[in-house]
């Protein structure tokens, strides 16, 4: 009877665990941790150079690994010269457009 109810026990324990494991999804870091290392293994990097690499992806998140990532500022900047080159606008006029477009709230 002991055994039977031993047995029982530790089925039940066995056949609970893997489901549990099953629905548990990774954390965001986690899925940024595999996808930069998929990345650097991708490139083959080595070393120093993969130590690197994965740290600038890690800490870059929402932008691609090689780029640097911009402030909210160094953004708005970055659209505002875009602007400013896609009406071709030339020394005051552009020095007028830029501080205008800088003043906007985001």
Do not use: H
Not at 22 to 46: E, F, G
């Amino acid at each position: 009877m002991k055994i039977t109810l031993l047995v029982t026990l530790l089925f039940s324990l066995f056949s609970l665990a893997p489901a549990g494991a099953q629905d548990k999804q990774p954390t965001p870091q986690q899925q940024r941790m595999t996808t930069c290392n998929q990345q650097a293994t991708a490139q083959a990097l080595k070393g120093d150079s993969r130590k690197t690499y994965m740290s600038d992806c890690l800490k870059n998140s929402s932008s691609k690994p090689a780029e640097k990532s911009l402030t909210p500022q160094q953004q708005k900047m970055r659209e505002c010269n875009v602007q400013a080159t896609e009406q071709s606008l030339k020394g005051d006029d552009r020095n007028k457009f830029m501080s205008g477009c800088l003043k906007k709230s985001v």
